[in-house]
């Protein structure tokens, strides 16, 4: 079994830029939960070429939506977007 692990995608200033140091930490608790939950389903699938990279999903939990694809060549989550709706501005 691999370890998965996230990062931003382009950079963490392009995903998180106007948001508060809590919701970056909120925003960093999620992804790292949905890349917990990645690393158990994939437990045993081996990799196929033809799937290198997942759509662009979704999560959504209380005011905070990423968007995210799992990048199965690399076994990485790629975090693409947040919006936390209790951001002002």
């Given at each position: 079994?691999?370890d998965?692990?996230?990062?931003?995608?382009p950079?963490?200033?392009?995903?998180?830029?106007?948001?508060?140091?809590?919701?970056?930490?909120?925003?960093?608790?999620?992804a790292?939960r949905?890349?917990d939950?990645v690393?158990v389903?994939?437990?045993?699938?081996?990799?196929?070429i033809?799937?290198?990279?997942?759509?662009?999903?979704?999560?959504?939990?209380?005011?905070l939506?990423?968007?995210?694809?799992?990048d199965y060549?690399?076994?990485?989550?790629?975090?693409?977007?947040?919006?936390?709706?209790?951001?002002?501005?």
């Open positions: 079994m691999s998965w692990t996230w990062e931003y995608m950079d963490a200033e392009t995903i998180l830029g106007g948001l508060s140091p809590e919701h970056r930490a909120e925003v960093a608790s999620v790292q949905i890349t939950a690393t389903r994939r437990i045993g699938t081996p990799f196929d033809s799937e290198g990279v997942s759509q662009v999903k979704q999560h959504v939990e209380s005011q939506m990423l968007w995210y694809q799992e060549r690399d076994d990485v989550v790629l975090i693409l977007r947040a919006q936390h709706f209790g951001a002002a501005g």
